[in-house]
């Protein structure tokens, strides 16, 4: 079994940064591609960044160089720091894994292919 537990959402202005923590426990850390995505309400859920084994990341053109995804194997935990955030960032953020390496970083896609997800954690960013 794999669980993932996200944390460290909040509400913040505009401008300013949050880092979202995705604890992954029930496996071998190392071995799964990870990504975040994002769900606006009534939206379906899009990819944001992904890291794959080899720690290359991909990111959703909207967040380049303002949104950095990391992983801290000692502590099997995938993070992702956002800064200058826009009300525009303002969703339900997830962390997912499981994804077939080949579609690791296919932010459009990699959705559908995703084993396992976490419960989400709520990012507000007002004006």
């Known amino acids: 079994q794999v669980q993932l537990v996200e944390s460290g959402g909040g509400s913040v202005q505009s401008g300013g940064s949050l880092r979202v923590s995705c604890a992954v426990s029930?496996?071998?850390?190392?071995?799964?591609?990870m990504a975040w995505f994002r769900q606006y309400p009534g939206k379906e859920r899009e990819g944001v960044a992904a890291i794959d084994t080899e720690g290359i990341t991909t990111y959703k053109h909207s967040v380049k160089g303002r949104f950095t995804i990391s992983q801290d194997y000692t502590k099997n935990t995938l993070y992702l720091q956002m800064t200058a955030l826009k009300p525009e960032d303002t969703a339900m953020y997830y962390c997912?894994?499981?994804?077939?390496?080949?579609?690791?970083?296919?932010?459009?896609?990699?959705?559908?292919?995703?084993?396992?997800w976490g419960q989400g954690t709520q990012v507000t960013v007002s004006s």
């Open positions: 997912a894994a499981g994804f077939p390496r080949f579609l690791c970083g296919d932010l459009t896609n990699m959705g559908q292919a995703a084993n396992y």
């Open positions: 029930g496996a071998v850390y190392s071995k799964y591609c």
